[in-house]
Nanobody, 125 residues
Framework: QVQLVESGGGLVQVGGSLRLSCAVS????????MGWFRQAPGKEREFVAA????????YYGDSVKGRFAISRDNAKSTVDLQMNTLKPEDTAVYYC??????????????????WGQGTQVTVSS
């Protein structure tokens, strides 16, 4: 069993920055590929970023590439998402997710085994 708790969401103006954090417990963080997804009202859950268990490779959705950065600290069991140059279309609930399988990180939410409760990010124009 893996527990994920997100923090760091909030209200920010266009062009601003936020840093989300996901605390991992219940299993060694280094055994999981980790991903961030987001879901806006009336839309499907969207892939944002993922990082392989070792931290040696990262992957990004096209809409956030160059603006967001995912990182992890396995010693602290945390996974962060630094979000810069935020846009109104980044407004959504952001979820942290864990994939226990030994493979390259997936962009599909169906491939993730555990999810956090989500944290709201609102970008005002």
């Amino acid at each position: 069993q893996v527990q994920l708790v997100e923090s760091g969401g909030g209200l920010v103006q266009v062009g601003g920055s936020l840093r989300l954090s996901c605390a991992v417990s219940g299993r060694t963080a280094s055994s999981c590929n980790m991903g961030w997804f987001r879901q806006a009202p009336g839309k499907e859950r969207e892939f944002v970023a993922a990082i392989i268990r070792t931290g040696g490779a990262t992957y990004y959705g096209d809409s956030v590439k160059g603006r967001f950065a995912i990182s992890r600290d396995n010693a602290k069991s945390t996974v962060d998402l630094q979000m810069n140059t935020l846009k109104p279309e980044d407004t959504a609930v952001y979820y942290c997710a864990a994939d226990l399988r030994v493979r390259l990180p997936s962009r599909s939410p169906r491939d993730y085994d555990y999810w956090g409760q989500g944290t709201q990010v609102t970008v005002s124009s």
